[in-house]
């Protein structure tokens, strides 16, 4: 599947990839902002979100759907960064093609296998309650309001909320797509393998399993500390976008000439 996409500027390639409950329209205000700073970004809707609908219920590769779109674009190398779900597809897509990935951030991640912490199962509980009573506005309420901090702004909580309606009304319209085996497996001997430059970011004030999360994957890939993006939560670039470019930047000028 060709994944739609945005991209602006010249230079380095650097592919964002969005939260679950967002969609590619999260990296609006950093397309500009990373053009400015000497690299491409390549901003993708990823299956089963925003203008990527799957209807037929088929079985989805995001992984491969990722790196299909950049191939077709003509880019053989890049820098992949994602939040939260993107994240996980930023892994995934490293570890079925290591020489084409040059540095990976990853914010915001947790295993699907860590236990949610209550504050998490409570979100989950309270967005699936909404939708089992027909409620779309409660639901879109309980995801701004579990994927936001309290220091986000009103255009920020809009802009949320918007994405969130789009995706749960997918949702509800097509189902959830089936996802294939994943290649990260049970375990984390695959991540252990690989050898990319990554960075591991996490939002200030984003919910205890992703600071958990994100402290052992930056284990596994022997990434040091994890960076805390001030003022921020789960969505920590869409409330951040100036703080989290600069982290980016300065990670990909980090990394070796390509």
Known sequence: MLLPSDAAGRG?????????????????????????????????????????????????????????????????????????LGALVALQAAVTAPERVEGLLLVGYRPHEQPASPRLQAAWEAER????????????????EAWTSADATDEVRAHAARMLRGQLTGQLAHGEPSLAEDPLGRETAALRTLRTPALVAVGEHDM????????????????????VIPAAGHLAPLEQPAAFCEVLLDFVRRLPEA
């Not at 089963?48 to 299909?68: F, I, K, M, Q, S």
């Not at 309650?129 to 701004?144: I, K, P, S, Y």
């Open 12 to 84: 380095r390639s650097v592919v964002l990839l969005h939260a679950r409950p967002t969609d590619r329209s999260m990296w609006a205000a950093h397309l500009p902002l990373l053009a400015d700073g000497g690299v491409r970004p390549i901003a993708l809707d990823l299956p089963g979100h925003g203008e990527a609908l799957v209807t037929d219920g088929r079985e989805v590769t995001p992984w491969t759907d990722v790196l299909d779109t950049l191939t077709h674009l003509g880019i053989d190398r890049f820098v992949l960064a994602g939040n939260s």
């Open 129 to 144: 309650a909404a939708l089992d009573a027909d409620d779309l506005d409660a639901a879109v309420a309980v995801g701004v």
């Open 208 to 227: 205890p399993d992703f600071f958990d999360g994100g402290r052992g994957l930056a284990r596994d890939l022997d990434a040091g500390e994890p960076v």
